[in-house]
């Protein structure tokens, strides 16, 4: 019969632990992908604005070897990130796509001139960066007009300096939310141990010796909680990788396994800090007290 209790007493215990596990390795998952969304926030919208087109339209008159060497020398510029040559016949097909293959038919000669498609750095497409570098285009001999989506880098530049608000008081908020819920999940498991921690009280053993034991098991608890967090997150990242390969490329690893670790030692700061003030606190309660 007390073996069948203890192994009650027992099963009570894991299970006990094993919800107290999963509920913090729940919201430090919340804290992670919030953290994995700020660190990459820069990188995506990086990648965004570098998948932005600027067109080098040159004159009628332009051959194709005088636009091949102007792309050769701009291509040593430090504002350009890649740039592709465009030639009547390709620009021609590019346009049948999209107006249809008889489009030329109200044409006498071919109006599709000589391009260079160029993709800059990302640095370079705040606006005044880009409005010097439009500038330098323009200038170039040859070239009859440099095209691009304007009212596209205003909405992304503008876009993107509002999801960083969000995201930044997002984070805060989920932080604040996080602490609450492993504070009382941390809590509702010391309080369950209110009447041992006050025997221990009584018979003389100090505060210390009562907190030790409680904080050793509260780091063996974050630290468990924080790696099955990053071992669902790795799991996340590496389903993005099969799926949306081409938005794996543009993750920044440094500061994803930054965030891995972050939300480990987070896990274990905040079980140890909820369990150090929890402690103290039912520590000073009177005998009276604990029964309320």
Do not use: W
Request: with cysteine; proline share 2%.
């Amino acid at each position: 019969m007390k073996k069948r209790e203890r192994n009650i007493i027992y099963r009570r215990l894991i299970q006990s632990y094993l919800s107290s596990v999963i509920s913090i390795s729940m919201v430090l998952i919340l804290v992670g992908l919030s953290g994995l969304m700020a660190v990459n926030a820069r990188s995506v919208s990086d990648f965004f604005r570098e998948n932005i087109k600027l067109s080098l339209l040159f004159n009628e008159n332009t051959t194709e070897s005088y636009a091949m060497e102007v792309m050769s020398l701009l291509e040593k510029e430090e504002y350009l990130k890649e740039a592709r040559f465009i030639s009547k016949e390709q620009g021609t097909a590019e346009m049948s796509e999209i107006l249809g293959a008889d489009f030329l038919s109200i044409f006498e000669t071919n109006p599709i001139p000589v391009s260079i498609d160029l993709f800059l750095k990302a640095r370079y497409l705040e606006p005044d960066s880009l409005r010097s570098v439009e500038a330098k285009l323009a200038q170039i001999e040859g070239v009859e007009e440099v095209v691009y989506q304007e009212s596209l880098v205003k909405t992304i530049n503008e876009n993107m300096e509002k999801a960083g608000y969000v995201v930044g008081v997002f984070i805060l908020l989920l932080l604040f939310i996080s602490f609450v819920l492993i504070n009382n999940t941390v809590r509702l498991n010391l309080y369950a141990k209110r009447f041992i921690i006050h025997t221990m009280k009584l018979v003389g053993a100090r505060r210390s010796f009562i907190r030790r034991p409680l904080l050793v098991k509260a780091f063996i608890q974050g630290l468990i909680s924080g790696l099955l967090s990053v071992s669902i997150l790795s799991a996340g990242v590496y389903l993005v990788y099969k799926d949306l390969p081409e938005l794996f490329n543009i993750l920044d690893f440094n500061m994803v396994a930054a965030v891995f670790v972050g939300v480990v030692l987070l896990g274990i700061l905040l079980c140890l800090f909820s369990t150090f003030i929890i402690v103290s606190r039912l520590v000073s309660m009177s005998g009276d007290d604990i029964y309320y």
